[in-house]
């Protein structure tokens, strides 16, 4: 049996699904996580290894886990642990342990920086930049990128860390209340469609990927996604192939690019190695993750055809968990009407399959109401 264990550091409820994706591909799962993780809230996983709260204990026993050779695949959650880890791992274990084949290419891990670096390194596209490392020198009234402008923390998911510029007034605002601990990057804001993009690679050949135009966010357009349009694009494809062997990306990936029609063109913003909240809807789209999985445990398998959605078509796919809670903070009745009445077959994207999953759910979102409370 093919042995995958799902790693943790943050409490993120992106990985609630993620066990069931690698149990339907054949994998025995287990989790290595703090016992109030979301990885516990299924019935997919089959033992709980519990972390310790130190990080340096905490990286020392996942070294010995890997050093024992018990699992197949270890699976990074994300992004502060792929960022310490990286930073840390011993060169013997860099590939059993991070989602990269290339050890060379590590600045990515964690890191929207080196991102932005690979792609210029890789003639990818992504837009104009400079970094910003809290030089005492830095003339904000000498920057040649074009207004509006985006300030990112080096280090941050779901919106957070990332401020809009208009012009250089905002930017001296943004630069004096920039944190410390993280370098930043300020990168020109194209204006596009904003694509998520699941993407799973093996030694850097893509094996499956399931893009979807952004059409709802939790809060504003830099939180995370509840509500998106998927669909299948041939050039995007190749791009992705082409970024993924160039980085030598071995898992999961959660990529972020905008279109700019204009210009018929897909810039790459992120580049997560770790698996999302999305990952579980390729099997609406017919682009099942477990599927790709199976492919990399056997390199023989032949991935089942994709027969749901075709190129030039679209596919509406909404996160219960998150919309429902969306629908309820901004009292979206149209929204809530939508989950209450199975609009365009939403109850599909219920977690029935999975009681536990599905009853830890109804508690938070009960939470919600009631206490008006989010818990990650």
């Not at 905002?170 to 300020?186: F, H, M, P």
């Amino acid at each position: 049996m093919y042995k995958a264990l799902v790693v943790c550091l943050e409490n993120w409820d992106t990985l609630q699904e993620v066990p069931f994706v690698l149990s339907k591909a054949g994998c025995t799962v287990d989790v290595f996580c703090s016992k109030n993780s979301w990885l516990l809230k299924n019935k997919f996983y089959n033992q709980w290894i519990e972390c310790p709260d130190e990080i340096n204990a905490y990286q020392q026993q996942l070294f010995e886990i890997a050093r024992s050779k018990q699992y197949n695949w270890i699976v990074l959650g994300d992004e502060k642990l792929l960022k310490i880890i990286g930073d840390n791992v011993p060169d013997d274990l860099f590939t059993t342990i991070m989602p990269l084949t290339k050890i060379e290419n590590k600045e990515l891990l964690g890191s929207k920086e080196g991102l932005s670096d690979l792609c210029i390194k890789y003639s990818i596209l992504t837009p104009r930049y400079l970094v910003y490392n809290h030089e005492p020198d830095f003339n904000v009234n000498a920057l040649t990128l074009k207004y509006p402008i985006l300030v990112k923390q080096d280090l941050s998911w779901g919106g957070g860390g990332i401020d809009f510029c208009d012009n250089k007034e905002e930017l001296k605002a943004a630069i004096e209340k920039a944190g410390t601990e993280y370098s930043y990057i300020i990168q020109e804001f194209i204006t596009g469609d904003d694509i998520g993009i699941e993407a799973f690679y093996s030694n850097g050949e893509l094996l499956n990927y399931n893009a979807g135009k952004v059409i709802g966010y939790s809060k504003s357009k830099f939180t995370f996604t509840t509500k998106r349009h998927y669909f299948l694009n041939s050039r995007l494809k190749k791009e992705l192939e082409t970024l993924g062997s160039s980085f030598g990306i071995n898992g999961f990936a959660s990529i972020q690019v905008i279109y700019k029609k204009e210009e018929d063109a897909f810039y790459f913003l992120e580049a997560d190695l770790r698996p999302n909240f999305w990952v579980p809807s390729g099997r609406f789209t017919g682009q099942d993750f477990s599927e790709a999985i199976k492919k990399k445990i056997n390199p023989g398998y032949t991935i089942q055809p994709n027969t749901k959605l075709k190129e030039g078509q679209e596919m509406e796919i909404s996160i219960f968990y998150r919309d429902f809670v969306r629908c309820l903070r901004q009292k979206d009745f149209s929204g809530l009407c939508h989950w209450l009445f199975n609009y365009k077959g939403y109850w599909k994207f219920i977690p029935t399959y999975d009681g536990k999953l599905f009853g830890n759910l109804l508690n938070q979102i009960f939470l919600q109401k009631i206490f008006g409370r989010f818990r990650k």
